[in-house]
C-alpha cells in the first residue's frame, strides 16, 4: 500500500526557490507537462521529477518547498487527482498525458489518463488553456494569453491582480458560454475554476513582494515556460492558505456565477442545483468520493481496492469534521 502523506514541513519562511540545486531546464524528450503551470514549473526546475511522473508525496513536498502552499491544500490536490487520474497500484501519475510509464492499468471504466484527463478533475474556463471542446485542454494557448495580457492593461495597470483575476474569470465563463456547446462547470471543476484563478495572485508573486501583483512577463514564464523568474523567492507558507481563501471567495464574489453547463448547445446554461457549492466542503468531498470516484471505480478487487481505500482514506485527511465515506469498506 502506498505511504502515509509526508505532513506539514516546518520551514515556512520566504525564501529563494530558484536556486542553485533546482535549475530551470528545458524538456528533454519524452518529458511531460499538462494544464497545470505550478506542477509544471515545479518539474522543470527539478522540485518534481523532470520526467512530469510523481507520486502523492512528492507532489505535496515539492508544492510546500517550492511555492509554499499549505499541506492540506496541497494534499487535497495531490490524492484526489491521484484517485482521478494516476495508477494507485504502482502509486505513479502523469502530470500531463496519459503514459506507459505509469505502468500497467486497471480494468476500465479507470482512465489512468493523467492530469489532461478531461471532466475528472481538468476542466473548462482555463485562463490560458482552452476547452476540451476545442481540442487541446493542456497546452499553453497564444492567443488566451494575449487576453490575459489585455485585461491585465486594463484593469490591473499591466499586472494581473485581483481585480483582473475577477474579470478574467468571467469573461473565460463567458466566452465558454457563448462558444463551447458543451461547456460544464459541475463538480469538482465549480471548485477549482475559483481557486486557480486566485493561485497567480499568491504562488506566482516573488514572497518578498506578497502584494497579489504578477507582472505579464514573470506570468508567461511561469504559464509558457514552467519557469521561474531569476532570483524568485516563494511566498510565506505560513500565510498562503488564507491568501487562497481570501482571493478565490473574492473573486467568486466578483461574478457569482453558479455551477451548471450548456446542453449541447452554445448560450443555453441551466443551473445544475446538485452541484455543491463554493463554501460546501462536505458537500465536494461526497460528491467527489461518490460520483467521480465510484464511476471509476465500481467493483475494485485486490491491491487495487486496498490501495484505492488507502488513497480514500489520505484524500479524507483535511476534509475532518465530514462524515467520512467508505465505498470499499472500512
Ligand atoms: C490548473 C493540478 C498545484 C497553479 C491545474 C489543473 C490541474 C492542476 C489538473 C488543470 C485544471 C484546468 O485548468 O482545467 C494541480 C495539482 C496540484 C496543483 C494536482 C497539487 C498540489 C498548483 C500550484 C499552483 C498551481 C502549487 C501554483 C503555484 C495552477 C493554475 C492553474 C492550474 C494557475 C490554472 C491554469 C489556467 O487556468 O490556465 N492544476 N495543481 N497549481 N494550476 Fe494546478
Ligand atoms: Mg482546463
Known amino acids: 500500500t502506498p505511504p502515509p502523506p509526508p505532513g506539514a514541513s516546518n520551514d515556512t519562511a520566504v525564501r529563494l526557490v530558484n536556486d542553485k540545486a533546482h535549475p530551470y531546464m528545458p524538456l528533454r524528450p519524452g518529458d511531460i507537462r499538462g494544464p497545470c503551470p ?45 484517485l482521478v487520474d494516476g495508477n494507485v497500484v504502482t502509486n505513479l501519475m502523469s502530470i ?32 490560458t488553456r482552452q476547452d476540451f471542446f476545442f481540442g487541446d485542454n493542456h497546452s499553453f494557448n497564444p492567443k488566451l494569453f494575449s487576453q490575459f495580457v489585455d485585461f491585465s492593461n486594463k484593469f490591473g495597470d499591466g499586472f494581473y491582480n485581483l481585480t483582473v483575476a475577477s474579470e478574467l474569470r468571467f469573461q473565460r465563463i463567458q466566452q465558454g458560454i457563448a462558444t463551447n456547446p458543451q461547456f460544464a462547470l459541475l463538480s469538482p471543476r465549480f471548485s477549482t475554476v475559483y481557486g486557480e484563478a486566485a493561485f497567480p495572485l499568491v504562488f506566482f508573486v516573488d514572497g518578498r513582494k506578497a502584494d497579489g501583483k504578477l507582472s505579464v512577463k514573470d506570468a508567461l514564464g511561469f504559464f509558457r515556460d514552467s519557469r521561474m523568474p531569476d532570483g524568485f523567492h516563494r511566498t510565506d507558507l505560513s500565510k498562503s492558505a488564507d491568501a487562497v481563501k481570501n482571493f478565490t471567495g473574492a473573486i467568486f464574489a466578483a461574478h457569482p456565477t453558479q455551477p451548471g453547463k450548456n446542453n449541447g448547445t452554445v448560450n443555453s446554461y441551466i443551473v445544475d442545483p446538485n452541484t455543491p457549492g463554493l463554501n460546501d466542503l462536505c458537500g465536494l468531498y461526497e460528491n467527489f468520493v461518490n460520483n467521480i470516484i465510484v464511476s471509476l471505480y465500481p467493483n475494485p478487487q485486490g491491491v487495487l481496492r486496498d490501495n484505492l481505500k488507502a488513497n480514500l482514506n489520505f484524500f479524507f485527511g483535511p476534509f475532518e469534521g465530514c462524515t467520512q465515506l467508505f465505498p470499499y469498506g472500512q
Open 38 to 82: 505550478g506542477l509544471n514549473t515545479l518539474a522543470s526546475h527539478g522540485y518534481l521529477p523532470r520526467n512530469g511522473i510523481v507520486t502523492p508525496t512528492q507532489i505535496i513536498n515539492a508544492v510546500q518547498d517550492g511555492f509554499g502552499m499549505d499541506v492540506e491544500d496541497a494534499m487535497v490536490l495531490a490524492y484526489s487527482t491521484m
Open 96 to 127: 500531463g498525458g496519459k503514459s506507459p510509464l505509469t505502468g500497467p492499468d486497471p480494468p476500465k471504466p479507470a482512465i489512468v489518463g493523467g492530469l489532461n484527463t478531461h471532466a475528472v478533475f481538468e476542466g473548462d474556463a482555463s485562463i
